[in-house]
């Protein structure tokens, strides 16, 4: 069965930068898409960046556009979300996650990895 793990978070301060990577157990059809979401406790699941496994359309949340980038290597079926300028309320848990429709809505990922927490000081 396909998995996700996420890796690359921590605590940094405000204006820094972090990478979080995605790697799957199983290579992505080549319809798949593949997406960034974050949550804190209380909140719903927030949508952060999304891109298609076979690479491009890349889309963001408008949080988020001009300081993250969504990348992969396909060769590592590895995902990638570098942050850069990050502000305190990019403070959450991040997810990866996998769809095979391309949309910024949670409930259509079937496939999660567990999570990495980011936090961001002031």
């Known amino acids: 069965q396909a998995q996700l793990e996420e890796s690359g978070g921590g605590s940094v301060q405000a204006g820094g930068s972090l990478r979080l990577s995605c790697a799957a157990s199983?290579?992505?059809?080549?319809?798949?898409?593949e997406a960034w979401f974050r949550q804190v406790p209380g909140k719903e699941r927030e949508f952060v960046a999304l891109m298609r496994s076979r690479g491009g359309s890349e889309f963001y949340a408008d949080s988020v556009k001009g300081r993250f980038t969504i990348s992969r290597d396909n060769p590592r079926n590895t995902v990638y979300l570098q942050m850069n300028n990050l502000k305190p309320e990019d403070t959450a848990v991040y997810y990866c996650a996998r769809a095979t429709e391309y949309t910024s809505n949670p409930s259509a990922y079937d496939l999660w990895g567990p999570g990495t927490q980011v936090i961001v000081a002031s």
């Open positions: 199983v290579r992505p059809f080549s319809r798949s898409v």
